[in-house]
């Protein structure tokens, strides 16, 4: 076929309002696995407060995997404000970093059962993995977007591009070494994930501006 | 950095709208803590009436949580028709904001299991704890937005926004009030927390309409 | 306060977005309250297919509700196409409404799992009663908003009105003739509740068409 | 009646939002599936690393239906680029369809429970079947709005038309196909399934681009 096979700017408007559903949906139902103690399981004199302390991991996993999913979908949100077209191979990097995102309300789960559990090391190998792998769609989604400008706006500065480039070279990497601590110690291994994904939001939004503004000055 | 890292317009639509649909989600979610009675739980000759009656702290927690994410979504609401920016900080609190409104179907659930078990002050405190920090997080991303007008719209009227000031003063003491209570009556506490959600509501939605006349006669 | 309290017309487009989202997620959480039998309960040799038959109750209770749902959509969203203001009793009615559209979840897993139950008309009461409290919430919000022609857009027939206002005045009625029938037959009581739901999702809709057509000719 | 019961555009638009809403909830439902091994499942010395791929099955399933609900979101999404009208007939099959996507968690789980069963042929053959169901529903919807090209846009390629139509005649084919396969090897009924929904959403997107650009030629 000659023609190049893209696709035109309410697509990827179209796209996006689908992606951005399914994040809001995924970060939602992860408070589907914190389990609330039954009477049954406290008995009549336990103490609910004490049974509730022990739930500590659950409640880390949770938040880890919320600020987590928040930073990703900023990300998301960002790589979407520089593009204008799409095409397959790109509409194939996004369900596959889709497929990852809906995945994680599962290592989260894994995570708070077995944090305490003598094979937590497994547990949280599976939770950073994940991460990795989402990493890793991010940066392929990111790589064919921009490769040769291929899907981008004509007025994005090449310079915020080679920034994101950047970013999403030493991503996958951090999120690599959380996965390889998660063998040595996977408290560290989940905070190394926490701090990650509060660093990328905070790396995410000044380009954001720096894009806006541009387009109106033109 | 010099120039201040403030975002346009359009970026706070983005995040309203995907606030707007966590908000539904998490008030949707609230059903999966209603546990139906089994068959056999029930026997072949129990009464599902009386099953039914029993069950009524689960009803009594679902309608309380209902309203009040309700309320806070109206709540919401009015705070974005204020703001016309955003930045680092508003987005940190916002999603703060989201991380304790995904999280109120485990105190839900928790308060419906322990009504009436002897530990229910507990769960009660939880519940009403929950609403706190959720008041707080409001309250944050308020002073945030309001202080020296920082990220509000130039139209706004200062007397407006002295008006929800004031109001965010106020509404976390009434919640440490609810939370208080819950060592005392559980069921005190629950029915103050619903009637704080009917009020803050009721509160929420006049502004609005001085706004929009506001704008209009411009 | 002097000034009438109503909303302007973007409001009720905000409200009746959030409203989609609510009806959206709980047409697809119908889902989860059909239970996949397990290979624990099924054993080596039982027969897969003959367990699935038996699940009938669960197919019926989830095709019934799904239908109501949609239709009931379809009634939320022409109601909403006549209105361009909403006020603070308007607000309220259509929380009510919400908060039985996401309680359906709850009567349909109970009408399933006690269908062949000799408690069946309990259930069956509970599940038709749902539809009568969703019915009279439809009433009390269509009654708000037509009353005086209060919340409604300008160039809204008077006929149309009143053939709506027609159809709220029966529809609580037939509810109420399905709940009074589980007493008598369950399985009667539901088809009906199904045929009232096909029913009014085909009402719904010609009103829509005429609205439309009326104000292309303005 | 005399007029033909059609509805105006911004209807369409309205309809693809709210189906979009439930394929966006329907593809993150499936992670529910997904069952967490527990502590005590596992003992204290247990694998967990044996455990999780154990779950295989599992994974197999997720991955397939994610797969398919997506490719099933590109034709939905397609159709709805061709029609500018709906009418009676049209929204209930599109209400069927919705029916059969938000169904898919189900046998997804039973294939998952069932894949290593002496019954895995009755799971697959479930688990094709919805497939079957879901593509007969979109052959009616597009039979429906292309006859006589009854609510298609004006600017719609006969051409177009036609290669979509030719589509529809196989797909529910090969989908059949893959149900008949599922009694003489449900491993490959699966991965027939995963295919077709590779191959058509590869189909539907390139469609899309010729009506965009053709749009833009008027």
């Known amino acids: 076929m000659k023609m190049p096979m893209v696709f035109e700017q309410n697509e990827t408007a179209r796209i996006e309002a689908f992606s951005d559903g399914v994040f809001a949906i995924a970060i939602t139902l992860l408070v589907l696995g914190l389990k609330v103690p039954t009477v049954y399981q406290l008995g009549p004199s336990g103490s609910l407060g004490l049974a509730l302390l022990k739930l500590w991991p659950h409640y880390l996993a949770f938040v880890a995997s919320f600020i987590t999913i928040l930073a990703k979908w900023v990300n998301h949100h960002r790589i979407f404000t520089f593009i204008e077209r799409t095409d397959h191979a790109f509409l194939y990097w996004n369900g596959l970093l889709l497929l990852f995102i809906t995945f ?9 059962e077995f944090l305490l559990h003598p094979e937590a090391k497994v547990a949280g190998a599976v939770y950073a993995g994940t991460y990795v ?22 007025n994005v500065d090449d310079r915020e591009v080679q920034q994101i480039t950047t970013q999403y070279q030493y991503g996958p990497l951090m999120y690599l070494g959380a996965f390889v601590l998660a063998f040595v110690s996977v408290s560290l291994s989940v905070v190394t994930c926490l701090c990650l994904a509060v660093f990328s939001a905070f790396r995410g939004w000044p380009m954001l501006r720096l894009k806006v503004r541009r387009s109106k000055n033109k």
Chains 1, 2, 3, 4 share one sequence.
């Open 133 to 154: 792998a989402i990493t890793f769609a991010f940066k392929g989604l990111w790589h064919h977007a921009s490769k040769n400008r291929r899907l981008l706006a004509e």
């Open 104 to 112: 994680m309300p599962f290592p989260t789960a894994l995570l708070a």
